[in-house]
């Protein structure tokens, strides 16, 4: 193994360039390096205007998703060894607006997730004094795959729907709806299903699957939307036999 | 101010593998593969885990031991200075996979390593820290309208050695009541007074500068680096008046340095170089406010451990220390009281 390996990183500086060029930097090549800590080799000792999100380096935080070779990765759990020799491209996420560097803009995500109320929705709330909502094990079971999710967005670069209509509310939107509407504590499910059902909501997705292999937490977001499908499906059939206040 | 330092960190990230692999039963073994902590008054070496006993002795105390080892030369180099290594093989997968399942999923990913197979290296590593911003039970600080809450206030419910997982409940329970404090502060608080207004003006031209001077050479990096090895070798597990003095020269120079880094970049969007710029300068300020206040404390409490004053002095020490910087840039000290309520500080006793 060399000691070294090439990594061509985006840089775009907003009023400065007029569209993102590569700059090539080489760094060291460690077994236990990441791809995050080739950029901070980069920003510490060789060019400090280098702009990228970081925080946890242990797929804790979700703020360092990048694209790799074309992929998008947490590049804390991606390492640079695995594209020896080199060189290693490493881009801003696909599918959203570059802000500067490999940083995006990522309000619409963040318009995006509220609308799907990922918070436990009560229809009376206790008082401290009468105590917890207690749970089972294999009631937290049900949804605990789909609460690992931590908002890295990795999902909605590699969807082309979102790719292509970006009113599709997305992959991770749809999974954490799931992870409250399976909650034995909630009773939002009314609210969450009126927003999915919307034509942004689950029925954009063609079922590609890309969201469930790029996710770096294993929550499958495909699988949460195809069981939505099946909810929005069975109430568009009682609402065509049943309508509502009927 | 005194830091947790808890041992089982991987070196180089700093990724935390959680204590209850300890618990678990996880062994710490030195160079020889021998389970050293017998040799610190932590107990004798069993098989299985033994509740205040050995491995599950408490953070501090297993970072003191670490060393000792260091000392000894019973530790084990590696590119990021000497470690131990944590064994979790005699576990198994099952146990592993069910109890642990963090543990593997944090070693493959992050540091390649399997620790069904494998040893994982630690070493103590810096945690946390107990002291912080001066604050009430509202996360309200003396400065009006300033709140804090979390790691970065000080609201003394951690004493000297803060407790496993009390970092989460910190959060969520004085977070909650800042915000609520803050909130009402807000609704009814008066427009800020002119002299607060200029004050303000004064900080936008002071990141102004900062942005387009011609000030000097220094990099960022360079300055952080040196600033975490004086910290480490200054006040570390274990500090003395030497050690504080040597290290409170130091950071007198990074100071001085701080003020002639150069920024590269002078953009005004995404710039993580200036928000690196700003934390650094935040960093040196709170490491001299630990300094300071660790020289001034002669004595040993919790986290806090002078090899000059290796006892607890209840009589001088039982109080907070409070950092002030007057106007010439002097650090002065002063001390408000502990209000003891349950449980008296008392004599700490493991593995017997």
Not at chain 1, 62 to 85: H, I, Q, R, W
Not at chain 1, 229 to 242: D, P, Q, R, S
Not at chain 2, 307 to 315: G, H, I, L, Q, S
């Amino acid at each position: 193994m060399s000691d070294s390996i090439q990594m061509r990183v985006t840089r775009y500086t907003p009023g400065q360039d007029t569209e993102p060029t590569v700059a090539e930097y080489g760094v060291p090549l460690r077994r236990d390096w990441s791809i995050l800590d080739g950029l901070n080799f980069v920003k510490d000792h060789v060019d400090s205007s280098l702009s990228y999100r970081w925080s946890c380096r242990m797929g804790i935080c979700g703020s360092c998703g990048m694209n790799v070779e074309g992929e998008p990765k947490l590049t804390c759990a991606t390492f640079l060894s695995d594209y020896a020799p080199g060189p290693v491209r490493v881009e801003p996420l696909t599918n959203f607006p570059i802000v500067r560097d490999l940083v995006v803009d990522i309000e619409d995500f963040m318009e995006k997730l509220p609308r799907v109320k990922p918070w436990i929705i009560r229809d009376d709330e206790k008082s401290v004094i009468d105590g917890e909502y207690i749970q089972t094990p294999e009631e937290l079971e049900e949804y605990k795959q789909f609460s690992n999710c931590i908002n890295c967005m990795l999902c909605y670069a590699a969807c082309p729907i979102y790719g292509i209509d970006e009113t599709f509310i997305g992959p991770a939107a749809i999974a954490l709806a799931e992870r409250y509407d399976l909650d034995s504590r909630d009773r939002g499910q009314r609210e969450r299903l009126d927003v999915l059902i919307e034509r942004e909501g689950v029925w954009g997705c063609t079922f590609v699957g890309e969201c469930t292999r790029v996710c770096p937490k294993h929550v499958d977001p495909a699988g949460a939307i195809q069981r939505y499908k099946l909810k929005a499906a069975k109430e568009n059939v009682m609402a065509f036999l049943l309508p509502r206040g009927a | 101010m005194a830091w947790r330092w808890p041992i089982e960190q991987v070196p180089f990230t700093g990724i935390l593998i959680t204590e209850a692999t300890r618990a678990e039963g996880g062994w710490l073994l030195n160079k020889d593969g021998y389970r050293y902590l017998q040799d610190y008054d932590l107990g004798k070496p069993e098989p299985t885990p033994v509740l205040r006993s050995m491995e599950l002795g408490p953070r501090d105390r297993l970072s003191q031991a670490f060393v000792h080892e260091v000392e000894k030369g019973r530790t084990i180099e590696s590119p990021y200075g000497p470690i131990v290594h944590l064994d979790l093989r005699h576990l198994g997968a099952e146990l592993i996979d069910t109890k642990l399942p963090m543990v593997r999923e944090l070693c493959m990913a992050y540091e390649r390593i399997d620790p069904v197979k494998e040893l994982i290296p630690v070493r103590p590593v810096v945690h946390y820290m107990m002291g912080g911003v001066h604050t009430d039970i509202n996360g309200a600080t003396p400065i009006d309208g300033l709140f804090a809450a979390g790691e970065t206030a000080c609201v003394t419910i951690n004493g000297a050695n803060r407790l496993g997982s009390n970092s989460l409940p910190e959060c969520l329970v004085f977070g909650a009541r800042a915000g609520k404090a803050a909130a009402e502060y807000a609704a009814s608080a008066k427009p800020p007074p002119s002299v607060v207004i200029r004050q303000a003006d004064d900080e936008a031209q002071r990141l102004d500068r900062m942005l387009s001077a011609d000030r000097g050479t220094e990099q960022i990096a360079d300055i952080r680096e040196e600033m975490q090895s004086t910290m480490e070798d200054s006040a570390g597990i274990f500090r003395s008046g030497d050690s504080l003095t040597k290290g409170i020269d130091l950071l007198a120079e990074l100071q001085q340095r701080l003020g002639r880094v150069q920024l590269s970049d002078q953009t005004r969007v995404f710039n993580t170089e200036l928000v690196a710029a700003l934390e650094l300068a935040n960093m040196l300020d709170v490491a001299e406010c630990t300094l300071h206040s660790a020289l001034q404390r002669e004595e040993s409490r919790g986290a806090h451990q002078r090899t000059d004053f290796p006892t607890r002095d209840d009589a001088r020490f039982l109080n907070h220390a409070l950092t002030y910087r007057d106007s010439d840039g002097s650090t002065r000290i002063e001390r408000s009281p502990v209000t003891i309520t349950r449980w008296p500080p008392g004599e700490r006793v493991y593995g017997r």
